[in-house]
């Protein structure tokens, strides 16, 4: 089993947090028992209990006020040795983080993978901006391809329908007994009727923008190679706008770019937006884009898309224009200039156009430099990436 270097588990006393909605830290309960581990979960709602173990489960009922002295108590009376959770910015997550810190105990970060599709992250002590990841390019300047082989992944075999599944059950869960935790606060909404109408209105616009979007590929994306910048837009609410960038809204990221592209860009370049997917029943920034384009008189230049193919947009752009998406780095994968205006782990000179002003990338775009990216990778996956899915296969779980 590859868990990126967690050191020898048996015999250790582990403490699993709040994990990915479904089964995944369940699996990976039974994993870490096998294996000769003592585990322990601590769950916040009925949505974490019914995807635990009974026999180890212990259920937080009390305040948020109340979070740091249970934690701690609860660290020293179960001796534990490392703690897991999934993302590190969400109120539970992050105190225990911080308490843990204080008592030399051992946190590993399970988030998204930054390399997808088949990989999902694991970090010790943070992930993303929290990430201890090397951000100089000497350090990746002096590794050696030979000494990190080209690594192979498996097909993860995710799968839509059981994330959809898994999520219908936690919040179903969560709401029917939301009485037997009721100081619980979720990180977003947690009405289950709501998350339920999202999700019938992500499948209607999915099947909308088959019908509406064809041909765009064609139109905007490869008729227009190399003459448009692409700006993929990310959840509305994620983390990494909230607490790593400086915008804390994704409309505050879309003004600058377009009143920036109106004012600085050469006339005969287009802008081309993408919604991320999980927004899709959730968000709709189209009209919004229209507005501001039109009130900086460049609304013939700017388009907004939903479900294009996105290596084909990346494979095209002029240059790729992010906050911090992990987009940015598949961007670079395809030999695409990006530039990031919040906080990113991969914003390396070299990789990116780091230190360089909006106003100015849309006429002077660095291509990354393909060794270097290639040197990351390797460095990367090794350090932080494990093959597998949250809703898919786990091969790295596997002897």
Not at 29 to 35: A, G, I, P, S, T
Not at 115 to 143: C, W
Request: aromatic share 16%; charged share 25%.
């Amino acid at each position: 089993m590859k868990l990126n270097k967690i050191g020898e588990i048996k015999h250790k006393n582990i403490l699993l947090l709040q994990g990915p909605m479904g089964s995944f830290f369940k699996r990976l309960d039974k994993v870490f028992r096998e294996k000769g581990a003592t585990t322990y979960r601590i769950g916040f709602n009925a949505g974490d209990a019914f995807f635990s173990y009974r026999d180890n489960y212990t259920p937080y009922k009390d305040t948020r006020k109340n979070w740091v002295s249970f934690i701690e108590a609860f660290l020293h009376q179960k001796k534990i040795d490392q703690i897991y959770l999934f993302g590190d910015c969400r109120f539970y997550q992050s105190q225990a983080i911080q308490v843990a810190k204080a008592l030399g105990i051992d946190v590993f970060v399970f988030e998204e993978g930054y390399l997808r599709p088949n990989y999902i992250t694991l970090e010790k002590f943070g992930v993303n901006h929290f990430s201890v990841m090397r951000r100089d390019r000497a350090f990746y300047d002096q590794l050696d391809l030979n000494h990190f082989p080209d690594p192979s992944s498996e097909d993860a075999h995710f799968s839509a329908y059981k994330m959809i599944f898994s999520a219908i059950v936690y919040y179903f869960m969560g709401n029917v007994l939301y009485f037997l935790y009721p100081h619980y606060q979720h990180h977003r909404g947690f009405s289950g009727f709501r998350e339920a109408f999202f999700g019938i209105r992500n499948l209607y616009r999915k099947q909308k923008y088959k019908i509406t979007e064809r041909g765009l590929l064609k139109s905007l994306v490869l008729e227009r190679k190399k003459q448009y910048f692409f700006v993929p837009l990310q959840t509305h609410n994620d983390f990494q706008i909230l607490q790593h960038s400086g915008y804390r809204s994704l409309e505050k990221f879309i003004i600058e770019v377009i009143e920036s592209f109106a004012k600085q860009a050469n006339q005969d370049d287009y802008l081309l937006f993408k919604h991320h997917p999980v927004d899709r029943g959730r968000m709709e920034y189209s009209a919004f884009i229209n507005r501001q384009a039109s009130k900086y008189g460049v609304e013939h230049r700017v388009n907004v898309v939903h479900d294009l193919y996105l290596p084909t947009c990346l494979q095209n752009a002029k240059g790729t224009i992010t906050i911090n998406s992990t987009v940015g780095l598949s961007s670079i994968y395809h030999g695409t200039p990006v530039l990031t205006l919040g906080y990113a782990l991969y914003d390396i000179e070299g990789l990116t156009n780091k230190g360089v002003k909006l106003d100015d990338f849309w006429h002077s775009q660095a291509k990354p430099d393909s060794v270097l990216f290639e040197k990351y990778r390797r460095y990367l996956i090794q350090n932080t990436q494990l093959n597998g899915s949250f809703y898919g296969k786990m091969p790295d779980f596997e002897d």
